[in-house]
């Protein structure tokens, strides 16, 4: 079955980096593109940005530009977000996401989900 | 950016009612609209892509309809397993925008 395993949670100071992956398993991994989609405690859902892991085109939701770098390695199926300059508001729960569907997207299969916590 | 407003914010419901959750978009995205729900401590689930195709697996007592700009989610007749929180989404234009979401709880 389609699967998609994340990294384990972070905490980060203020100004860091984090990277986080997400591995996949049982589909086509170069087929359908991954999003990242994140949640702040209590919070609803925020869209950061996708992938096309077939040929690495990205595209970033505005926000986030110049912050966030998402990569993928088609030898181990796995896909990358990078997000720098962290602030507090950077704490969130971080989820991958593939998107199915030629005309209208759905995001069919999730991660479980990576918590990262900046804090001083 | 698309804004994409879901009404109520949250409901008490007894088990076996029916359930009528709304979207509103800010423009029109046509059909591209889906429904999460999401439980606690876990990722969201598909529930219905494409404004009223059931996803697979999900039972059938979900239902989604709308086009446009109003949309709606119905649970036809509530069970325990389906307290949680909904979703809408819109995926008409980047970025891909949520509703802000909708609480179900046990009255």
């Known amino acids: 079955q389609v699967l998609l395993v994340q990294s384990g949670a972070e905490v980060k100071k203020p100004g860091a980096s984090v990277r986080i992956s997400c591995k996949t398993s049982?589909?086509?991994?170069t087929n359908w593109p991954i999003h990242w989609v994140r949640q702040a405690p209590g919070q609803g859902l925020e869209w950061m940005g996708e992938i096309n892991p077939s040929g690495g085109a990205t595209t970033y939701a505005q926000k986030f530009e110049g912050r966030v770098t998402m990569t993928r390695d088609t030898s181990t199926s796995t896909v990358y977000l990078d997000l720098n300059s962290l602030k507090s508001e950077d704490t969130a729960v971080y989820y991958c996401a593939r998107g199915m569907g030629i005309l209208i997207i759905h995001f069919d299969s999730w991660g479980q989900g990576t918590l990262v916590t900046v804090s001083s | 950016d698309i804004q994409m407003t879901q009404s109520p914010s949250s409901l008490s419901a007894s088990l076996g009612d029916r359930v009528t959750i709304t979207c509103r978009a800010s423009?029109?995205?046509?059909?591209?609209l889906n429904w999460y729900q999401q439980k606690p401590g876990k990722a969201p689930g598909l529930l219905i892509y494409a404004a009223s195709s059931l996803q697979s697996g999900v039972p059938s007592r979900f239902s989604g309809s709308g086009s446009g700009t109003d949309f709606t989610l119905t649970i036809s007749s509530l069970q325990p397993e389906d307290f949680a929180t909904y979703f809408c989404?819109?995926?008409?234009?980047?970025?891909?925008?949520f509703g802000q979401g909708t609480r179900v709880e046990i009255k």
């Open positions: 423009q029109t995205i046509t059909k591209y």
């Open positions: 049982g589909y086509s991994f």
């Open positions: 989404q819109q995926t008409f234009s980047t970025p891909q925008t």
